[in-house]
T-cell receptor
Framework: DTAVSQTPKYLVTQMGNDKSIKCEQN?????MYWYKQDSKKFLKIMFS???????INETVPNRFSPKSPDKAHLNLHINSLELGDSAVYFC???????????????FGQGTRLTVV | AQSVTQLDSQVPVFEEAPVELRCNYS??????LFWYVQYPNQGLQLLLK??????LVKGINGFEAEFNKSQTSFHLRKPSVHISDTAEYFC???????????????FGTGTLLAVQP
């Protein structure tokens, strides 16, 4: 009964391929995120969805396309993979950021993407 | 724009010694502050958070942090560390410019706590 689960955990693929990472949360949260952690462990937000609506797109290349079929799922599709896309991608969820509510973000275990 | 600075990229410490991991933030508005821990090949786990109220915040695994508004700091402390505390620690601040719709986190660059026997 993992709170935020993402698959696969490891993904090795060749340049130019298209791949997807799936994320599901069973916490009933209304907001989901994708973060990227680079080789120096720096974490940066890529996207945020609230109730299936895109709220944040942090100047990510168009090759990255998030899709939220419902509040509990946020998938990440990447076209024409490049060497520089190699990183760990984390999915997260939270209950938004309303004053006085719990704003804690829960993270998945990460997907280590290696592009060769 | 908000930002987070973790001055120490690595902190070596002996087992049972006290430790402090430093975090400074910049923000022109009220902030929510967090410390997350990442064990090797794992996701991020929340250690503690400051939303409002008491400036001394206690978290899991014996960690605590103090919010200091005048010094814009949120340092993490533990009085006695264990080998199992070896991990990467991230300080983060919420970007509240999106209203209640989302809780975007801005992370520091992380501090590796290396506990030695």
């Amino acid at each position: 009964d993992t709170a935020v689960s993402q698959t696969p955990k490891y993904l090795v693929t060749q340049m130019g391929n298209d791949k997807s990472i799936k994320c599901e949360q069973n916490l009933g949260h209304d907001t989901m995120y994708w973060y990227k952690q680079d080789s120096k462990k720096f974490l940066k937000i890529m996207f945020s969805y609230n109730n299936k609506e895109l709220i944040i797109n942090e100047t990510v290349p168009n090759r990255f396309s998030p899709k939220s079929p419902d509040k509990a799922h946020l998938n990440l599709h990447i076209n024409s993979l490049e060497l520089g896309d190699s990183a760990v991608y984390f999915c997260a969820s939270s209950q938004g950021a309303l004053q006085g509510t719990n704003t804690e973000a829960f993270f998945g275990q990460g997907t280590r993407l290696t592009v060769v | 724009a908000q930002s987070v600075t973790q001055l120490d990229s690595q902190v070596p410490v002996f087992e049972e010694a006290p430790v402090e991991l430093r975090c400074n933030y910049s923000s022109s508005v009220s902030v929510y502050l967090f410390w997350y821990v990442q064990y090797p090949n794992q996701g991020l786990q929340l250690l503690l958070k400051y939303l409002s109220g008491s400036t001394l915040v206690k978290g899991i695994n014996g960690f605590e942090a103090e919010f200091n508004k005048s010094q814009t700091s949120f340092h993490l402390r533990k009085p006695s560390v264990h080998i199992s505390d070896t991990a990467e620690y991230f300080c983060a601040v919420s970007d509240l410019s999106y209203g209640g719709a989302t809780n975007k986190l801005i992370f520091g660059t992380g501090t590796l706590l290396a506990v030695q026997p």
